[in-house]
Each structure stands twice: as structure tokens, then as C-alpha cells.
């Protein structure tokens, strides 16, 4: 995966993303409603995620306690100070943080197969900040971190041009037109990922929704700040460096077409 982040990769083959002009113009103005929107003086804020309550198995329960020096607390000093880099040994290494890792399995595959680089991890589903531990635990993993928090909050308080890589794999894809707000890739939020970012770090995205890819592509290719690594208008050939997720052979298997995007900081 390292290669990612020191050298562009050469894009063989993705799937087009389908985007009719008719269908990029509805789509120019649902993004344009919410600009307009996140420009009002006064309204309430609005979140990209639903906290779900489900039980913990035994291992997991296990896991929050036996594991817990992964998990980063609101005394941590990396989360008070609001640099996560200051959660590791060796904070000098590039940073990659994951938003709403899920179950957390590839998450730790990656921070496996990366000792050189550090993760976070941040999620709201506390059954799967304890799986994401547990496995994470057991394999003696020791560069990655994870948040149970708000993403946003958690972005803002970072310092800027202080992560490599920020990953969004198979976000909530919120369809319905009244909860389009609510998705992650929206201009205001971009442009904090671009101010967190440093140059040449890379804002990684994937989803099975031909909406939301559609969206994705018209939302990160819009940004000066940003280039994308597979040509204009182009998605990205799917990483082999990138586990496949439950999300996504769940995709898979009701015939959805998968949508890589990885835009680099150029500004």
C-alpha cells in the first residue's frame, strides 16, 4: 500500500462511472442545495453518521478491556491536544485515518501489512471498535488507534497538512434526496479534508452506489486543490492493497459496480 503515498499509480482499467449529463446536471444542483445550505447563518448541525445500539459477544467485551490502550479516550493526550500523531511511539511516520471503519478487519489487515505508517481509526459502532481491538490485539498490532467520535470533530481539532492518507470505505450512502446532507463527500466537508491533508496525501473513497459515486466524482473533481489520480472524470482501477470489506462483497453479490477514487492534495 506504501506505494500509494510516494509514487502516482498507473490506472489500467476501472469501471466507468455513469454520469449522463442529464444526470450530472440534477446532480450539480442537489450539491449546489447544500452548499446553500451549510452557507445559512443559523441550523442545526448536521451529522454523517447513526449510532446503532447492538450487544457485544464475549470476545468483545473482553477486548474493550484487555485491548484498551488501543482505544484513545477523551484524556488521551493525542485527542486533548488534538494531534494524533501524538498517539504513537514514532510520530514522524505517515498518518492514515480511516472514517467508519465498519468491523474493522481491514482496517487492521492494512495496519499490518504497513508497519511503517500510523492508523486511526475513527467509528461510533461500539461493537465494532471492540472487534477492530480484539483482532487488532491479538495480532499484536502496535500502529493503530482507534476513536469512538464524530469524524468531523475529530478532523477539525487536527492540526493542517498533518495526514497522509484519509480513507472513506463504503460510507452510509444516506439515498434518500431529504438526507443527501448528511452524506460525508460534500463541498464543506472536503474542504477540511484538503486543509487536513499534507501535500501529496490522498483522499481515498469507495462505494457500491452509482448515486453516490456519481456524486463522489462531480464533489472531489470540482476542488482546485485536488487532482485526480485516474484522469478526469475517471474512477480508480480497484487497489489490490485495499481489503475487500463485508460492505463491499455484499455490493458485489446484489451486482453493484464497486467505484474507487483517490484524489491527491496539489495545493
Not at 457485544?56 to 488534538?82: C, F, K, M, V
Not at 498518518?95 to 481491514?106: A, K, N, P, Q
Not at 479534508?193 to 472531489?220: C, N, P, R
Request: aromatic share 8%; net charge negative; with cysteine.
Amino acid at each position: 500500500m506504501s506505494e500509494q503515498h510516494t509514487s502516482p499509480l498507473a490506472p489500467q482499467s476501472a469501471p466507468p462511472v455513469s454520469n449522463t449529463p442529464q444526470n450530472a446536471l440534477e446532480i450539480r444542483d442537489q450539491i449546489a442545495a447544500i452548499k446553500n445550505l451549510d452557507e445559512l447563518t443559523e441550523h442545526r448541525e448536521i451529522v454523517t453518521f447513526m449510532r446503532r445500539s447492538s450487544p457485544l459477544n464475549t470476545s468483545q467485551r473482553s477486548a474493550l478491556e484487555d485491548y484498551q490502550h488501543l482505544i484513545l479516550d477523551q484524556h488521551a493526550e493525542a485527542l486533548q491536544s488534538g494531534d494524533l500523531r501524538l498517539a504513537f511511539a514514532q510520530p514522524e511516520r505517515p498518518l492514515t485515518v480511516e472514517i467508519g471503519f465498519g468491523m474493522g478487519r481491514s482496517l487492521v489487515q492494512m495496519a499490518k501489512a504497513n508497519p511503517e505508517r500510523n492508523y486511526i481509526g475513527i467509528e461510533v459502532h461500539v461493537p465494532g471498535i471492540a472487534q477492530c481491538v480484539y483482532e487488532a490485539g491479538l495480532a499484536e498490532i502496535d500502529n493503530l488507534r482507534v476513536i469512538d467520535g464524530d469524524a468531523i470533530k475529530i478532523l477539525t481539532a487536527m492540526p493542517d497538512n498533518s495526514i497522509n492518507c484519509i480513507q472513506l470505505y463504503f460510507p452510509d450512502p444516506w439515498q434518500k434526496k431529504r438526507h443527501y446532507k448528511r452524506r460525508f463527500v460534500v463541498p464543506k466537508r472536503i474542504a477540511l479534508v484538503e486543509e487536513k491533508l499534507e501535500i501529496g496525501g490522498t483522499f481515498h473513497s469507495a462505494t457500491d452506489w452509482e448515486h453516490y459515486a456519481a456524486w463522489m466524482l462531480e464533489v472531489l473533481s470540482s476542488r482546485e486543490r485536488l487532482k485526480n489520480r485516474a484522469g478526469e472524470g475517471n474512477a480508480f482501477p480497484r487497489p489490490d492493497w485495499r481489503p475487500m470489506t463485508k460492505f463491499e462483497r455484499r455490493g458485489l453479490e446484489e451486482g453493484h459496480v464497486i467505484n474507487d477514487f483517490i484524489f491527491e492534495k496539489i495545493s
